[in-house]
């Protein structure tokens, strides 16, 4: 079952499956926009930048624009989630999706079981008169932030192994420098460490390549900077790009569009 409901700031999806895949992998990704991921039954792993988790029925998942994260099902376990896409707003952002940016990204204290409710009066939604269909949706959202923002944030599934903690400063340095050119020699000199040693420890603890968690977040960023009004030909240089027709060429292989276009596609 999959109930999708769209409009000019949220994205919402209610959905049972299960995975086929035999050897399933972590889709691991980033994007401009806040994510709430309810998971209401079954059992998956959740890697979160560089640390990985256990999840079990009532688990509720907040991540910020901009962090990588990816889940990983287990095989042939039903399960189902709620999922809702929420972009920037700085009506809501000083308090309300104050949250999100919590260090600690996932939860499960007694009070997640209640967000259930929450969710499911949202997606009522999605069958009103297009009169009440938005008023009904705006206050439907604030009373489920305000709920979010009343629960337990000390409490929530521990990691599912000790996260190596070298990679963390890595991690920030690159995040804090994706405006202008990286390269595995600078962060090897950095980080007193050889090229290949650097590879091999960041892989192992986050999942993909230096190269890859890079260009995803500068991904992530440039489409927040395009939705904000910024051009594609400045844009490319924000991002530490040395030339528009790199940044096309990544912007249109991750995203499968061309930056000019990035407006049309919000989440």
């Known amino acids: 079952m999959e109930t999708i409901f769209a409009n000019g700031y949220m994205e919402f ?18 994007h401009n926009y806040y994510e709430l991921y309810f ?6 792993d959740w890697q979160v930048e560089n640390r990985s988790y256990v999840v079990h029925s009532n688990t ?5 624009p901009h962090c990588l994260h990816g889940i990983r ?13 929420l972009m920037p707003n700085p009506q809501l ?5 104050r949250p999100f940016h919590h260090p600690r990204h996932l939860f499960c204290s007694g009070r997640t079981a209640d967000i259930s409710g929450f969710l499911r009066s949202l997606a009522e939604c999605a069958s009103f008169p297009d009169e009440l269909r938005e008023l009904a949706t705006g206050a439907r959202l604030r009373s489920l932030l305000c709920e979010l923002s009343l629960l337990d944030f000390s409490a929530g599934p521990a990691a599912a192994e000790t996260a190596d903690e070298r990679v963390r400063p890595i991690m920030d340095f ?4 994706l405006h202008r050119r990286l390269t595995l020699d600078e962060l090897s000199h950095a980080f007193y460490m050889s090229r290949t040693h650097l590879q091999h420890l960041f892989e192992r603890s986050v999942g993909i390549s230096i190269h890859k968690y890079i260009t995803t977040k500068r991904m992530s960023q440039a489409k927040q900077l395009i939705a904000e009004g910024n051009s594609p ?32 596609h919000l989440f």
């Open 13 to 30: 999806f209610h959905l049972k499956s299960r995975s086929e895949t035999q050897n399933p992998v972590f889709d691991l990704h980033s």
């Open 39 to 44: 998971f209401v039954s079954g059992k998956a």
């Open 60 to 64: 509720l998942c907040l991540f910020p």
């Open 73 to 85: 099902l287990y095989p042939f376990v039903p399960y189902e989630r709620f999922v809702v896409y």
């Open 93 to 97: 952002e000083p308090v309300l999706l």
């Open 174 to 177: 690159i995040n804090e420098n």
């Open 233 to 264: 030909s400045k844009v490319f240089f924000l991002c530490g790009y040395e030339d528009y027709s790199s940044f096309f060429r990544a912007f249109q292989s991750y995203y499968g569009y061309p930056p000019k276009e990035a407006n049309d």
